[in-house]
T-cell receptor, first 111, second 115 residues
Framework: AQSVTQLGSHVSVSEGALVLLRCNYS??????LFWYVQYPNQGLQLLLK??????LVKGINGFEAEFKKSETSFHLTKPSAHMSDAAEYFC?????????FGTGTSLTVIP | GAVVSQHPSWVICKSGTSVKIECRSLDFQATTMFWYRQFPKQSLMLMATSNEGSKATYEQGVEKDKFLINHASLTLSTLTVTSAHPEDSSFYIC???????????FGDGTRLSIL
């Protein structure tokens, strides 16, 4: 079975500060992992994905995530937060035809 | 690439009416489409999974007679909320993916308000 846990339903950072959104997963098979961003009243936009290969994955808008099998983690980071990064972020794990989302983390950027 | 169009983006209707929401993959063939419901400040709740040409698979607790899903072609799936009531008001989001590709690509969602 697969599941995703996002630690921290709300995260606040100052503009220009490091963004760290945490995601831990459990999977009985090698997982495919994803981060999505959702702006108000919109659908989800894919930020980045890990399938196989390099464990450090770079995505859009300066975000990146590192797959750490030993820690079963796939944390999302961005070196310097921008006001436009304020949104809801969802981590997801996929196995076969099933997709499992975390409960989401709301990111607030303080000017 | 991988654009999913969802229509309408916002609908308001009277209680008792039926509402149809369309989900189209514009530049790829969507072997599988997913329908989600999202309540304010919450994550997505998977309602059903549909494969082209097959009956949809509904998640536990989702009324299949209430939420009719049709996936008649590789680029179009529809969700019809039948005899809608105020408790059906929500944000509905579809997603699609093609064969052998893992990411789901999402539509922009439909805000449904039942008066």
């Amino acid at each position: 079975a697969q599941s995703v846990t996002q630690l921290g339903s709300h995260v606040s950072v100052s503009e220009g500060a490091l963004v760290l959104l945490r995601c831990n997963y459990s999977s009985s098979v090698p997982p495919y992992l994803f981060w999505y961003v959702q702006y108000p009243n919109q659908g989800l936009q894919l930020l980045l994905k890990y399938t196989t290969g390099a464990t450090l994955v770079k995505g859009i808008n300066g975000f990146e995530a590192e797959f750490k099998k030993s820690e079963t983690s796939f944390h999302l980071t961005k070196p310097s937060a921008h006001m436009s990064d304020a949104a809801e972020y969802f981590c997801a794990v996929s196995a076969g035809n099933q997709f499992y989302f975390g409960t989401g983390t709301s990111l607030t950027v303080i000017p | 690439g991988a654009v999913v169009s969802q229509h309408p983006s916002w609908v308001i209707c009277k209680s008792g009416t039926s509402v149809k929401i369309e989900c189209r993959s514009l530049d790829f063939q969507a072997t599988t489409m997913f329908w989600y419901r999202q309540f304010p400040k919450q994550s997505l709740m998977l309602m059903a999974t549909s494969n082209e040409g097959s009956k949809a698979t509904y998640e536990q607790g989702v009324e299949k007679d209430k939420f009719l899903i049709n996936h008649a072609s590789l680029t179009l799936s529809t969700l019809t909320v039948t005899s809608a009531h105020p408790e059906d008001s929500s944000f509905y989001i579809c997603s699609a993916r093609d064969w052998g590709s893992q990411p789901q690509h999402f539509g922009d969602g439909t805000r449904l308000s039942i008066l």
